[in-house]
């Protein structure tokens, strides 16, 4: 067993037609000039893998590690990630899709996924699409297609920096244009779209569509918009911490340090991203910039060092507890 420590993690991108650049513009990350719609901050996935960039790990992927080392996250004997957590840049809408929850992903072999969006940044206009109107038909859905009217049918909500939000899986959604967004999910990359605005790919193909199954996997009836309240969960003079959200599947924080703080041991590991300012580590000489993804294993008493006197905002998420 490889004695635990803080695990600085790097991202994997994808560039999908819809992004730009504002991830790596806000966050300095020294990449070539490309559109990076989306950046992989933590997943164990073949198909975009994130690595450990510092200590004994270093160069190992997180698969590696989870597979060598199960008992360092307390993961054993899954040996599987829980989360798949993502910045996303969205400089033009998503298609308006839906992902199968638990109850129904096996019915085309996939897999389940909810998640919440935590708004980083929203132009003046922004807004999602959450959950249907009113409960709709199938053929009144396929007519809504038909017709290119389907976001008509879908509650269009407003969105602002700082808010949370949760989609189930059932729940017809789509992402607007204008918004970066911090996302945790259930680990799947399923997706099943119905409508795409009727766009191109960069081969001058239209993006395939998956009716079927995305039928079949919504939740038939209409949902209610899920703004989720902060909820303040520790005030002290050097930091406080607001629960954003709670699910099944994982507890979302934020943080915002107004000088070092000691993280004292949990019986579960920590996802930490820095949104703002810079952190130091007491038994390490790595130092944690903003847009730096991180985990503290279980049972490791963290001391997160303030290292330049300024304010420090973080972004946490952990397993629901034991």
């Given at each position: 067993m490889i004695e635990s420590y803080p695990l600085f993690l790097s991202p994997a991108y994808k560039h999908?037609?819809?992004?730009?650049?504002?991830?790596?513009?806000?966050?300095?990350?020294?990449?070539?000039?490309?559109?990076?719609?989306?950046?992989?901050?933590?997943?164990?996935?073949?198909?975009?893998?994130?690595?450990?960039?510092?200590?004994?790990?270093?160069?190992?992927?997180?698969?590696?590690?989870?597979?060598?080392?199960?008992d360092l996250l307390s993961l054993s004997p899954i040996k599987r990630f829980p989360f798949l957590i993502k910045l996303i840049d969205a400089q033009k809408p998503l298609s308006i899709q839906v992902?199968?929850?638990?109850?129904?992903?096996?019915?085309?072999?996939?897999?389940?996924?909810s998640e919440m969006w935590h708004i980083l940044a929203a132009d003046e206009k922004s807004h999602?699409?959450?959950?249907?109107?009113?409960?709709?038909?199938?053929?009144?859905?396929?007519?809504?297609?038909?017709?290119?009217?389907?976001?008509?049918y879908l509650n269009k909500v407003p969105v602002k920096s700082g808010q949370t939000y949760y989609i189930p899986g059932g729940m017809l959604h789509s992402i607007g244009e204008g918004c970066m967004i911090y996302e945790v999910q259930q680990n799947s990359n399923t997706t099943y779209r119905l409508y795409d605005w009727g766009r191109v790919d960069y081969e001058g193909k239209k993006r395939p569509l998956h009716l079927e199954k995305a039928l079949r996997t919504r939740v038939h009836h209409?949902?209610?918009?899920?703004?989720?309240?902060?909820?303040?969960?520790?005030?002290?003079?050097?930091?406080?911490?607001?629960?954003?959200?709670?699910?099944?599947?994982f507890n979302f924080y934020k943080w915002d340090?107004?000088?070092?703080i000691t993280l004292?041991?949990?019986?579960?590991?920590?996802?930490?991203?820095?949104?703002?300012?810079s952190l130091a580590f007491n038994k390490l000489t790595d130092e944690a910039t903003a847009g730096q993804t991180f985990i503290i294993p279980p049972n490791y008493e963290a001391q997160l060092l303030n290292s330049k006197n300024g304010a420090v905002t973080l972004l946490e998420t952990s397993c629901p507890a034991r």
């Open positions: 999908y037609l819809w992004g730009g650049s504002e991830i790596i513009k806000r966050f300095d990350r020294m990449v070539s000039p490309q559109i990076y719609a989306e950046s992989w901050e933590a997943s164990d996935r073949e198909e975009g893998m994130t690595h450990i960039l510092n200590g004994a790990l270093r160069g190992k992927s997180l698969k590696e590690v989870l597979n060598q080392y199960p992902h199968p929850n638990d109850q129904n992903a096996s019915l085309f072999g996939g897999e389940a996924k999602v699409y959450l959950g249907l109107k009113k409960p709709l038909s199938d053929e009144e859905i396929i007519e809504a297609i038909e017709n290119q009217n389907l976001e008509q209409s949902q209610t918009v899920s703004l989720k309240i902060p909820k303040k969960v520790l005030n002290t003079d050097q930091a406080t911490c607001w629960r954003l959200m709670s699910s099944p599947y340090m107004k000088a070092s004292q041991p949990s019986n579960v590991f920590r996802v930490f991203f820095v949104l703002e300012g």
